[in-house]
């Protein structure tokens, strides 16, 4: 076959590239256009250029020509890649391989780990402590994000001082950037606000110090010095008070989509400072909580960018790097998690090198979203997919 009868074809560095069979997703990192196609050829092809030993490109037949000639003018009208002449009379060319293609998940695993065990106070970066175990229904909700589910603490437990000092002196040799305190008032019944104070003021002054509280304590907890985060749900609309509403975040529990229209109708009238919604699930809603949750793929790949893919090849970026602490001083990844250990540093080490734990369940090991070209595009999985009440929120597998 003569040489000008066959061409290489590229990848541009910077597109990214994933192959399930004969799914081809080639997405430009630049731009977010992407083309997605099923063609057992193209995944030969595809799969030839990110191969060890391509020198980035593989060779296209003239039938290669013809028979992908839509798909390939595809490809070099978003400059995801391109092809070029193949003159025999010269040096086989050299390309660039696709660079989130290069590593394997073992290779960035290992690497992550390897540092996470010499630099392990710097992977810390938000904790949630739970002083008291006596919480509302609305508290409840907030930490469980589910209605059914037991709390994994008794009513009746209370952070001591003592393990309170202990914690905060532990947490100050890492690098925090966030606490949340939740169950503070009902702390304070058996202790003080003045040794809460006196307690937390060992913390460093650039730490953000915030506060979960049931939307029924609003009216008097504006003195304590620390950012507030009210908690509410449908039930509550009707009870805020109109003052002091713009210089407070509050946090919106839904169950359906009329609740959540509620809300935005109560918006339209009311100015709220900071507003965040959450679903919550209960025995019924599970089907309503995905349909108001899910995301389409059209929005996944506009959303997405190079430190998301990169990050979600290999760790879950909604939970890695948060901790809960119970009212008995036990620490855990998530609050539902059984799986307690009695310090931060202890709980630190387990967690990182486990990769079945929730800061490591990533969609390329979780069914379907494994046989999935979307998979480092998705946003994490969520709670809801972790407890397998919804196998995926997304609508393309």
């Known amino acids: 076959m003569k040489g000008n009868n066959q061409k290489y074809l590229y990848i ?8 399930i069979g004969k799914t081809v997703f080639l997405f430009n990192t630049l731009d977010n256009s992407y083309i997605y196609k099923e063609n057992q050829r193209l995944s030969e092809i595809v799969s030839e250029i990110i191969g060890e030993d391509s020198a ?167 003195s304590s010095g620390l950012n507030h985060i009210y908690v509410l749900s449908q039930k509550d609309l009707t009870k805020i008070r109109l003052n ?36 919550v699930a209960s025995s019924n809603n599970i089907e309503e909580i995905k349909g108001i949750i899910s995301v389409s793929k059209e929005r996944i790949v506009k959303k997405a960018d190079i430190e998301n893919i990169i990050q979600n090849k290999v760790i879950n970026t909604k939970y890695f790097g948060k901790l809960w602490v119970f009212p008995d001083g036990k620490v855990s990844s998530t609050p539902s998690s059984h799986r307690k250990y009695d310090t931060v540093i202890s709980a630190l080490k387990q967690i990182i090198v486990d990769r079945t734990s929730v800061w490591n369940r990533i969609r390329a090991f979780h069914e379907p979203c494994a046989l999935c070209v979307f998979q480092d595009l998705c946003p994490p999985l969520t709670q809801f997919e972790l407890t397998g009440e919804i196998k995926c929120i997304c609508g393309i597998m």
């Not at 713009?246 to 946090?251: A, E, I, L, P, T």
Request: aromatic letters at 12%; glycine letters at 4%.
């Open 12 to 19: 541009e560095p910077y597109s990214y590239i994933k192959i």
């Open 56 to 222: 980035g490109m593989a060779v296209l037949s003239k039938m290669d020509l013809l028979s992908l000639r839509e798909i390939i003018s595809e490809i070099r009208d978003t400059f995801i890649g391109d092809i070029i002449k193949i003159n025999h009379g010269q040096n086989k060319p050299f390309f660039f391989q696709p660079q989130f293609n290069t590593c394997s998940y073992d290779t960035i695993r290992n690497h992550l780990e390897l540092n996470a065990n010499k630099n392990m106070l710097e992977n810390l970066f938000s904790i949630h402590i739970i002083l008291s175990g006596n919480l509302t229904q609305n508290e409840s909700e907030y930490i469980l994000g589910h209605d059914r589910i037991t709390n994994n603490w008794h009513t009746s437990d209370k952070l001591q001082p003592n393990d309170l000092v202990e914690l905060i002196d532990e947490l100050k040799a890492f690098s925090l950037s966030r606490i949340t305190f939740i169950g503070l008032d009902e702390w304070k019944k058996s202790f003080s606000d003045q040794l809460f104070q006196k307690i937390i003021s060992k913390l460093p002054n650039y730490l953000k110090i915030d506060y979960v509280s049931d939307i029924s304590k609003f009216q008097n907890l504006n």
């Open 244 to 279: 002091n509403l713009f210089d407070n975040c509050f946090v919106y529990l839904f169950k359906t989509a009329n609740e959540l229209e509620r809300l935005y109708n109560h918006v339209k009238v009311h100015n709220f400072g900071s507003l965040k919604i959450k679903p």
